[in-house]
């Protein structure tokens, strides 16, 4: 005798019994999909079972789910998914950012067992000689840049391991140019000259093909390099010297220089359009699931955004920022930051951000979590980096990618930016650019400050900062 089929009303109640820790609403809003056939796909019902068994277990309420939840719930990606997908369409009071690192593993398994490709061997060719391939010479003043040396009335302070490599990289590079002009039939010796400063310069420019501006720099380097070795003569010092300020000048002479691309994005946006962006790219993560990639990293542009503009730091710094310790919310709500530039070493603190920024980071740091889990959130992520959310961040250069994606200008470019307006807002606030570009030596105040004392005094420059966040504030 053929079984009679159950009526719609018997298949709702087969389907709610077999979800009893799912809230009510949601398990009859599933079982009708399920019934009406628009639920595609399979195992919903049991997904979310298995979710909210779970919370319950725990003694959670939905809106407090975390990872080991969503973990509990899940034996496959597949089943994963499909539980990922029933939240979002019938409970979206549960938060899906907790779930983002879930996400990331699935997605990490499904690529290591489907997606990958066999590695092709790295081909990598070394321009710069080794330290152990150096002239004797050379190779005895390496560990003069590890401490105090005293030339004259100049004193050349201990390297930091960026600066360290960059130097040895660059004398590496010179030696490598000596090689290459042997090669040719020139034959310089082991000592600087005005001979090899010429051959160095020919081949950075002919046989390398890099700008003017790097050339300069490899030659500073250079430089600073032989005087803490005494490795000059006076004719080697003045050939390096010339050459180097010649390549400064037509550095400065190039159609796209750091001027040229100041005016390029001012004629097309200012500092307000950035803030803009970064509103609008925090508003555009909600539209999409708390656990995807293309929220958080929305989120994260939006809050490296305001950074930029609100503290005008330097993106290495912005990279390094940890929550609870070079940046911290305040019990008022308040965000403030206050840390020790890696270039400088100087302190630098500016009260606190602008509420625009403040509420940036609120939603960066909550991403769809309800608000009141603020104080929770900030003491599970203390001492986590602010851009990553986690022990690891980006590298140096990440808020600077992310900013010319979206404007075409560098990170450090903003710091001109800035400069720019308190020049024209507050002429004679030149203390003020200092205080905010964090600048130690009057050097680098002079390139960023050039014309401030031309006119005259007007409003405290706070005022002229304050302007752009009134005109992205809702």
């Not at 009708?32 to 725990?58: H, I, M, N, S």
């Not at 310069?201 to 501006?213: A, K, S």
């Not at 990553?388 to 980006?394: K, M, Q, R, V």
Request: hydrophobic share 40%; aromatic share 8%; proline share 5%.
């Amino acid at each position: 005798m053929a079984h009679q089929p159950f009526s719609r009303a018997e298949r709702i109640a087969r389907l709610l019994a077999r979800m009893q820790n799912v809230p009510r609403p949601v398990a009859r809003a599933v079982a009708e999909a399920v019934v009406e056939d628009t639920l595609k796909g399979r195992g919903a019902p049991a997904a979310l079972e298995r979710f909210y068994a779970a919370l319950a277990a725990a003694g959670r309420t939905p809106e407090t789910a975390n990872r080991e939840d969503f973990e509990a719930a899940a034996s496959s990606r597949t089943s994963y998914r499909t539980l990922i997908s029933a939240l979002t369409r019938f409970d979206p009071t549960v938060p899906l950012a907790p779930a983002r690192g879930v996400t990331i593993n699935w997605d990490r398994w499904l690529n290591s067992t489907y997606g990958s490709k066999p590695k092709k061997p790295r081909v990598s060719t070394r321009i710069a000689a080794l330290p152990e391939h150096w002239p004797s010479a050379w190779r005895d003043t390496l560990p003069l840049l590890d401490r105090v040396v005293r030339r004259g009335e100049t004193a050349y302070k201990p390297l930091r391991e960026k600066s360290r490599a960059s130097v040895v990289a660059a004398v590496g590079t010179c030696e490598t140019a000596r090689i290459w002009a042997a090669a040719r039939g020139i034959a310089l010796g082991e000592a600087f000259c005005p001979d090899l400063a010429e051959v160095f310069l020919r081949y950075l420019l002919v046989e390398r093909g890099i700008t003017p501006h790097s050339a300069a720099d490899y030659f500073e380097r250079v430089e600073g390099f032989a005087y803490r070795g005494r490795l000059f003569d006076r004719a080697a010092a003045e050939a390096f010297a010339d050459i180097r300020g010649q390549l400064r000048a037509e550095a400065d002479d190039q159609p796209e220089g750091k001027r040229a691309k100041v005016q390029r994005f001012l004629k097309a946006f200012d500092l307000a359009d950035i803030l803009h962006a970064a509103a609008r790219l925090s508003e555009a993560a909600t539209s999409y699931r708390g656990d995807s990639a293309q929220a958080e990293r929305l989120r994260r542009k939006s809050v490296v955004f305001a950074l930029l503009v609100n503290g005008s730091d330097r993106q290495g710094d912005l990279s390094r920022f940890r929550i609870g310790r070079e940046i911290q919310r305040l019990p008022d709500g308040s965000w403030e930051v206050e840390f020790r530039q890696a270039k400088t070493r100087r302190k630098k603190e500016l009260g606190a951000l602008w509420p625009f920024t403040a509420r940036l980071l609120d939603a960066h740091v909550l991403a769809d979590r309800p608000s009141w889990q603020i104080q929770d959130r900030m003491a599970e992520l203390d001492g986590m980096n602010l851009l990553s959310l986690a022990e690891d961040g980006f590298n140096t250069y990440h808020p600077s990618a992310l900013l010319q994606e979206e404007f075409g200008i560098s990170g450090h470019l903003i710091r001109t930016l800035v400069t720019n307006l308190i020049r024209t807002e507050e002429p004679d606030a030149a203390w003020a650019a200092q205080a905010l570009l964090g600048h130690s030596n009057r050097y680098s105040q002079r390139a960023y400050l050039t014309n401030f004392r031309v006119t005259a005094s007007v409003r405290a420059w706070q005022s002229a900062i304050g302007e752009i966040e009134k005109r992205v504030a809702p």
